[in-house]
């Protein structure tokens, strides 16, 4: 098996079937094959090992090194992994590249209220219309924005793996070809009205 996969994840055959099984599904929900709008994850932050729930006072939360564009079906289109120091602004630049590298139809991109013009301004360089989504200000706790709660959704379902629970991977391009796996199940699952058993009930 490791064969397989450092040989798929060198040779990009990971990605490659990751989105065929993406247009597939997104074919099947009355949609295009590839997305106009795209909506960046930020990179959530993991509790330390060993943690509960929630982590006592003081526990050090390790920030997640992926980043992830998803459609507004809560689709992966893009997986970027860098350092765990990289601000956030290079991890969207990255994947607006990625994005614009791999499909020839996003024309928007939707991104947390926290990164600065320098992703919009790379954006339009690629041809790409960044928006960073403003919260509320009227607003107090958390209160899910419209089309970007996506985000959370697929972080959590992504956790359900549990090669993905902690960042295991040192390279990072093998910590990309784990999600678009992790993803790649999922929507095997989807064309197939199936389900998939989860590690926390094993």
């Not at 040192?170 to 590690?199: G, Q």
Request: proline share 6%.
């Amino acid at each position: 098996m490791k064969y397989y996969f450092y040989k798929w994840r060198d040779d990009g055959t990971d990605q490659t079937i990751h989105d065929l099984l993406r247009r597939q599904v997104r074919e099947s929900r009355g949609r295009k094959a590839d997305p106009s709008l795209v909506v960046s994850t930020p990179r959530a932050c993991t509790r330390p090992p060993g943690c509960r729930p929630s982590p006592p006072e003081g526990a050090r939360q390790k920030k997640s090194r992926a980043g992830l564009e998803v459609d507004v079906l809560g689709l992966v289109i893009a997986v970027v992994v860098l350092a765990a120091s990289a601000h956030d602004n290079a991890a969207d630049i990255a994947l607006v590249d990625k994005v614009a590298a791999d499909t020839d139809t996003v024309e928007k991109a939707l991104v947390d209220q926290g990164l600065k013009t320098a992703v919009v301004g790379h954006g339009r360089k690629v041809g790409i219309d960044v928006e960073v989504v403003e919260r509320n200000p009227a607003t107090s706790g958390f209160v899910p924005q419209p089309i970007r709660w996506r985000v959370e959704q697929v972080n959590g379902i992504l956790i359900l793996h549990r090669r993905l629970v902690r960042d295991y991977e040192h390279r990072p391009a093998s910590a990309e070809s784990r999600v678009y796996w992790a993803v790649s199940d999922r929507l095997s699952r989807m064309l197939t009205a199936t389900s998939t058993p989860t590690w926390r009930g094993a």
